[in-house]
């Protein structure tokens, strides 16, 4: 039997239909520090990033101190928003069980800090479903590659044994600096046509199709 590859997943705009969230609720710390509403489009351009470099992004003119606030704001109103998950988009989870159950090693790649992952996995009963993540709050925020080579050591592979699967440039262009083959979704935070830029194996349209293009 074929040793099958490590599939690292990315959370949100990937797995979880959260994009909308994301910006409803960085729209809503602008306002509170009565700063420029962001559009939806520009938000979902940070959709991905660590929540400082996103902050950055969205208010390059804001102080460290202002952008600090600015984080503790969002956060806040996430956490009020997220006593209930966002959902799954169509097929994910029983194509995650799938996947699990013929033998492949899962873990997640997310610019969501540890205490939101763990939040969302602890709302959906998923503790130890994944068997490793790495969160953007303890290690380097994506594009850096460092999340992606932590995972690789942890399970003693090598960057071909294993694949990226996400939704935005900073999933597909993490995964290519780390030299590690990638899947990209149409669906999520970024134009399919800006990730066919990094020659992924495959763009899917519904996740489901993952286990064709494995």
Request: hydrophobic fraction near 45%.
């Amino acid at each position: 039997m074929t040793e099958r590859k490590l599939l690292i997943f990315d959370w949100d705009g990937t797995l979880s239909d959260s994009v909308a969230r994301i910006a409803k609720c960085m729209q809503m710390a602008a306002q509170e520090y009565s700063l420029p509403v962001p559009e939806y489009a520009d938000v979902a351009e940070i959709v991905g990033l660590g929540l400082h470099e996103a902050t950055m992004r969205l208010f390059p003119s804001s102080s460290h101190y202002e952008s600090s606030l600015l984080q503790a704001s969002y956060s806040k109103h996430y956490r009020a928003e997220d006593h209930q998950p966002c959902d799954f988009f169509p097929g994910v989870m029983q194509t995650l069980e799938e996947l699990r159950a013929e033998g492949y090693p899962m873990a997640v790649a997310t610019g969501k800090s540890r205490a939101g992952l763990d939040r969302v996995l602890k709302a959906l009963d998923m503790e130890g479903f994944f068997h490793s993540s790495r969160c953007a709050d303890e290690t380097l925020s994506k594009p850096n590659p460092l999340m992606l080579e932590e995972l690789m050591a942890e399970f003693g592979v090598s960057a071909s044994q294993a694949i990226m699967v996400g939704d935005t440039e900073f999933d597909m262009q993490m995964a290519e600096n780390a030299a590690m083959p990638r899947i990209a979704v149409s669906y999520g935070a970024h134009h399919i046509d800006r990730l066919r830029a990094f020659k992924p194996l495959a763009c899917l349209d519904l996740f489901a199709d993952i286990k064709t293009a494995l």
